[in-house]
Nanobody
């Protein structure tokens, strides 16, 4: 089972930047796709960015041009660089291993979610 720990959140003004990190336990990290999700109060959890085991990336429209997802398999760590942050980016951010479906990436079923890291962007 993979254990995920997110960090790097905080309070930042609009236009600022944050870099989130996700450290995964276990030996399977390099062999799985990973993603960053976020959940704002009263809203459903949404996939913000994904990265395949080969490094192919995809972004939600809201993140394109501002966020960059990356991974360091040697460190079992994934990152999300967030620039030009907006108040609507305020949410708890989670990392998760992914599974492929006919409609795109979805959270993997067998591992638990981490505790997440809070990102708050003030206007």
């Amino acid at each position: 089972q993979v254990h995920l720990v997110e960090s790097g959140g905080g309070l930042v003004q609009a236009g600022g930047s944050l870099r989130l990190s996700c450290v995964a336990s276990g030996s399977t990290f390099s062999r799985v796709a990973m993603g960053w999700f976020r959940q704002a109060p009263g809203k459903q959890r949404e996939l913000v960015a994904s990265i395949s085991r080969y490094g192919d990336t995809n972004y939600a429209d809201s993140a394109k041009g501002r966020f960059t997802i990356s991974r360091d398999n040697a460190k079992n760590t994934m990152y999300l660089q967030m620039n030009n942050l907006k108040p609507e980016d305020t949410a708890v951010y989670f990392c998760k291993d992914l599974r492929a479906t006919t409609t795109g990436w979805a959270p993997a079923l067998f591992n638990s979610w981490g505790q997440g890291t809070q990102v708050t962007v003030s206007s």
